[in-house]
């Protein structure tokens, strides 16, 4: 049965866009909702299989050069501007804004990822979940999501089911896109054990009663109705987790 009782602002903790971490490499300008490199703060460590959301903005020419990892899925959601990649496995794509690559680095991979230009700056959300299973065989997936796909809905971009049109990922998690603006809502009804991270990509919007603005994160941890509206050309991404067992 469908939940329809709204979830309250008590069961909702926001993290506000303000107090995130903060890296600033001059190429590299880097906001993280969760501890990350030097910043380490112990009250925001994760939220359920979500290890890391770092808000990047890499300038023109500029990068990250080769790296290990090893047990993390991993994914770039591509807001402005156009990523390239290239690892291990012998893969190498250039994604574009409203795509995203994805990584299960399972065993062991190294990679790069770098501005595809040299003169404009390029924007993403690097994403880190913990997987169910340790030494999986890496591997490498893009996706491209078209503006109607996720205009005033969800659409299902990682999915732990492995959902058809969805890359498969080894995280308990499901992963959505959506845009929303003007009078568009969009309803989610959050099962019984599971939790919900929604994040402000760009704009603002509102969450049941919180107003959500650019770069804000909302934790989730009761079941019930979650409604998205009230967007102000607001993008989010918003990941429906299995709640971790005390």
């Given at each position: ?6 979830i ?47 808000d ?5 020419g ?18 402005e ?152 050309d ?13």
């Amino acid at each position: 049965m469908a939940q329809t009782t709204f979830i309250p602002a008590s069961a909702m903790t926001l993290r506000p866009a303000g107090e995130r971490g903060l890296a600033d490499h001059g190429w590299l300008k880097s906001r993280h909702s969760f501890s990350f490199a030097r910043y380490h703060d112990p009250a925001h460590m994760g939220f359920q299989a979500l290890r890391v959301i770092n808000d990047d903005r890499v300038a023109g020419g500029g990068g990250f050069p080769t790296h290990p990892h090893r047990d993390a899925e991993i994914f770039s959601y591509i807001l402005e501007g156009a990523l390239s990649h290239r690892d291990t496995t012998g893969t190498a794509s250039t994604v574009r804004a409203g795509g995203v690559q994805f990584m299960t680095t399972g065993s062991g991979v190294s990679h790069s990822e770098f501005n595809a230009s040299r003169s404009e700056p390029v924007h993403f959300l690097q994403v880190w979940l913990l997987p169910d299973v340790r030494g999986a065989t890496p591997r490498y997936e893009n996706l491209d999501i078209a503006p109607e796909e996720k205009d005033g809905r969800l659409r299902l971009f990682l999915s732990g089911a492995g959902a058809s049109g969805a890359i498969r990922t080894h995280a308990p998690a499901e992963v959505y896109a959506a845009t929303l603006r003007g009078e568009q809502s969009i309803d989610l009804p959050l099962r019984e054990g599971r939790s919900a991270w929604i994040q402000a990509a760009r704009g603002s919007l509102a969450v049941n009663d919180l107003r959500l603005e650019e770069g804000d994160g909302l934790a989730v941890t009761r079941s019930g109705l979650l409604r998205l509206s009230g967007g102000q050309d607001a993008e989010i991404l918003l990941f429906d987790l299995e709640a971790q067992r005390a």
